[in-house]
C-alpha cells in the first residue's frame, strides 16, 4: 500500500512537468507549421516574380522573410517541449530566457501585422503568445515580474526614443523621410505634427523617455532582491494607471480623429496595456491595494493569463481599428 500511494504521490508531482511540455509542444509545434508555410510562401512569392520581386512590410525592413525568425523562435521552444519529455532538468534560468525570446517573437508578430497583415501571421501570433502562457507559468513570479517590467520598459524607452528623434527629423526637415511612415494609412508623421502630439506643450514621446525609466530601474531592483514598501507600488500603480489612460486616449484619437496608426505610438500601445495589468493585479493579489480576499484570490488567479487578456486587449484594438479604418484593405 505504502509503494503504491508513493507511486500515485509520484505522478501527481509530474503532472505539471507533463503538462508543461504538452501544450508548449502543441503551441509551439503548431507555430513551427505556420511560419515555416509563411515562409515558403514569401520564397515562391520572390521566385515567381523574378526581380521584379519585392518585400514588403516587416520583411521589407528586416532584408529576409519575418517568419525565418519566427519559425527558429518556435524551434527553441520545441526543443525545450521535446526536453522535458525527455526528462530534462530544466533550470529556471533558461525559463526566463525562454520567456524574453517569446515576448520578442510577440512583439515581431505585432509589429509585423501592423506593417503587412496576413490571416498566417496572425496564427503565428496566437501560437506564439501561446507558448509565452506556458513558459511563463514555470518562472518563479517575482522573477519573471522584474524580467518582465525590464523587456517591457526597454521596448517603450526605445519606441518613444524613436518618435521623438522622427519629431527632431520633421522639425528640421519638414519634407524628409521618417523611418515609421509606411503609407497614408500606417505613419506617424500626421500624428507628431498634430496637437494631439503635444498635448502637455511639448511631444508626448518626451513622456515616455522619461516616464519609462521608473518601471525599468523598479524592474532592475526587484531582479536584485529588493522588497518595496505598500506605499511605493501604490504610487507606481497610479503612474502606470495614468498611462494606460492616456494612451486609451491616444488610441481613440489615433483612429477617430486623426485616421492613421503610427508604428512607434502601437509599441507603446502593446506594452503600456500589459504592464498595466501586470502592476495592477499583482498589487491586488499581494494586498498592497486592500481589497476583500475575494479580490485577491481572484487577481492571483488572473495573474498566470495576463498573456490572454493582453491579447485580448489587442483585438479589440484591432477590431475597432479595422471597423473605423478597414486596416485590413489599406495593408
Not at 509545434?29 to 516587416?58: H, M, N, R, S, Y
Not at 527553441?76 to 519529455?85: E, F, S
Amino acid at each position: 500500500m505504502h509503494a503504491i500511494i508513493a507511486r500515485v504521490s509520484a505522478t501527481i508531482a509530474e503532472k505539471p512537468t507533463t503538462s508543461t511540455a504538452l501544450w508548449l509542444l502543441i503551441a509551439s509545434g503548431l507555430g513551427v507549421i505556420a511560419a515555416f508555410v509563411t515562409t515558403v510562401i514569401a520564397f515562391i512569392g520572390l521566385e515567381d516574380l523574378g526581380d521584379k520581386g519585392t518585400l514588403v512590410g516587416a520583411d521589407n525592413e528586416l532584408g529576409f522573410p519575418s517568419s525565418a525568425l519566427a519559425l527558429a523562435i518556435f524551434a527553441i521552444a520545441v526543443a525545450t517541449a521535446v526536453a522535458l519529455y525527455a526528462g530534462a532538468q530544466i533550470p529556471q534560468g533558461w525559463w526566463i530566457a525562454l520567456v524574453i525570446i517569446l515576448s520578442l517573437g510577440v512583439i515581431v508578430e505585432v509589429w509585423a501585422i501592423a506593417l503587412a497583415f496576413t490571416p498566417l501571421l496572425l496564427v503565428q501570433l496566437v501560437f506564439v503568445v501561446g507558448a509565452l502562457v506556458v513558459a511563463a507559468r514555470r518562472i518563479d513570479r517575482p522573477i519573471g515580474m522584474g524580467l518582465f517590467l525590464v523587456l517591457a520598459s526597454t521596448i517603450g524607452f526605445f519606441s518613444a526614443f524613436r518618435l521623438t528623434v522622427d519629431k527632431v527629423t520633421s522639425i528640421i526637415d519638414p519634407t524628409g523621410p521618417l523611418s515609421c511612415n509606411s503609407s497614408a494609412l500606417v505613419q506617424c508623421g500626421k500624428n507628431l505634427g498634430s496637437w494631439q502630439g503635444a498635448i502637455f506643450g511639448f511631444p508626448n514621446p518626451l513622456l515616455g523617455v522619461g516616464g519609462w525609466i521608473a518601471p525599468l530601474a523598479v524592474g532592475i531592483m526587484l531582479l536584485a532582491g529588493i522588497r518595496f514598501a505598500r506605499w511605493f507600488w501604490i504610487a507606481l500603480n497610479v503612474g502606470i494607471v495614468g498611462a494606460l489612460a492616456l494612451v486609451i486616449w491616444l488610441i481613440y484619437q489615433s483612429i477617430f480623429a486623426l485616421s492613421t496608426l503610427c508604428p512607434w505610438c502601437m509599441v507603446t500601445w502593446a506594452v503600456v496595456i500589459p504592464t498595466f495589468w501586470v502592476v495592477t493585479l499583482h498589487n491586488i493579489r499581494s494586498g498592497n491595494i486592500p481589497l476583500p480576499d475575494r479580490a485577491r484570490r481572484f487577481a492571483a488567479s488572473a495573474f498566470t493569463w495576463i498573456p490572454l487578456i493582453t491579447l485580448v486587449c489587442y483585438v479589440i484594438v484591432a477590431v475597432i481599428a479595422q471597423l473605423r479604418l478597414d486596416l485590413i484593405n489599406h495593408l
